[in-house]
């Protein structure tokens, strides 16, 4: 009986045993913003605990969150640029003053009649539903900060001529030509673009310009589209020599051709992402940025460019550049050239804004959930 009692520990220590590691293993592949919420049962009840969760340039997104939050409910898909009802996604986004929470009762679509300005303080969650965005301009944070845009399907934004739209505290704007983003940021401060799918739009999916900066792009899904991601106005805009953009956790492609990012002037921290091919180039830039690309995947078209990078006046009496590459997987005959003194591109993150970049031979796994997350109402993320 006693030999039968030890038989019986030892068989189930050696189970507890064998599932520890299986789990430290399975935590170990989901990155550290998803790590911060998802496991929880219990998101729903405590949605603001998202605002913890940011990493990188946008630093912890806790001026989002408060007991003067405004919790607002999208209850109705159709939109009004000039005079948004009550219950639709644009008078949340601009007829509230101070912060407001926006989330969607149920599964919808929305096709915005013309660009949507969204106001600071403004964290626009997803989850627990099927939401997407297109029409004409789709979103635009126009001297903003502190904004969350989270768990949303944004694709098929289409160009707008100069309009008149309702903008920010409830106020009338006159807005130029906007060229069909799903994302544009205009001297735009303190973001945080995450878990959103993005794709087919008519010029890009995210635009970083005009002086934004501390900008954190994580757990996206961008495909099927020509130009990505934006960073930095024209090679004349010298106030984006301040800008600062982490992107980390992403997921490019198929179908995805340059400017992923393509960075002018700043500096951008890109890590832990996945890149399904590309025609041109993955990551380049001009007016010497500085990028230090990290333990991303990079699997390279199976004909055609094998170079990941692309630099446009580099040369001549131009700037050194430091753009380098540190920790990267490169299959499929993928090539990256550096430039550049390696200690010059370090993102100097402070406390709130530094994360753990995993080994690149997790990446799939670290980038399996990007995207819009499918959530039902019963089960966790």
């Known amino acids: 009986m006693v030999v039968l009692r030890h038989l019986v520990v030892v068989v189930v220590s050696i189970a507890i045993l064998s599932f520890i590691p299986s789990a430290c293993i399975a935590a170990n592949k989901m990155n ?19 605002a913890s969760c940011s990493v990188g340039f946008a630093g912890k997104m806790t001026n989002n ?56 303080y403004t964290a626009i969650d997803g989850r627990g539903v099927d939401v997407g965005i297109e029409g004409f301009g789709c979103f635009l944070v126009y001297k903003a900060t502190d904004v969350i845009i989270h768990g949303l399907r944004i694709h098929h934004c289409n160009a707008q001529g100069p309009s008149t739209v309702m903008g920010p505290d409830g106020k009338q704007m006159q807005l130029g030509q906007m060229d069909g983003d799903a994302i544009r940021l205009v001297s735009a401060s303190k973001i945080w673009i995450d878990h959103n799918t993005l794709y087919s739009c008519q010029d890009g999916l995210l635009d970083v310009t005009r002086g934004s900066t501390f900008v954190t792009v994580s757990n996206n899904w961008f495909r099927d589209q020509d130009k990505v991601m934006l960073l930095g106005h024209d090679d004349g805009f010298l106030r984006d020599k301040n800008m600062k953009v982490t992107v980390a956790f992403n997921r490019f492609g198929p ?40 333990s991303n995947y990079f699997i390279a078209p199976t004909s055609g460019k094998k170079e990941v990078t692309w630099r446009n006046g580099i040369g001549g009496k131009s700037k050194p550049w430091n753009f380098y590459s540190i920790g990267d997987l490169f299959t499929n005959g993928a090539s990256f050239f550096q430039t550049g003194r390696r200690g010059m591109a370090k993102p100097n993150y402070n406390k709130e804004q530094s994360f753990k970049v995993g080994d690149a031979k997790y990446v799939k796994a670290l980038t399996s959930s990007a995207g819009a997350l499918k959530c039902s109402r019963t089960s966790r993320c």
């Open 32 to 50: 550290a913003i998803d790590q911060c919420w998802k496991p929880s049962p219990n998101w729903r009840r405590s949605r603001q605990q998202l």
């Open 65 to 120: 969150v408060g007991r003067d939050v405004v919790m607002y409910k999208v209850t109705d898909p159709s939109d009004d640029p000039v005079n948004p009802k009550q219950g639709t996604l644009r008078h949340g986004a601009t007829m509230i003053t101070g912060k407001v929470w926006i989330t969607f009762e149920r599964n919808m679509d929305i096709k915005l009649e013309k660009p949507l300005l969204i106001s600071s």
């Open 255 to 294: 179908n995805c051709n340059q400017r992923m990012p393509r960075i002018r002037h700043g500096y951008a921290h890109v890590a832990n992402n996945l890149y399904r091919g590309w025609e041109q180039y993955a990551i380049g830039g001009s007016m010497s940025p500085s990028i230090k690309s990290e």
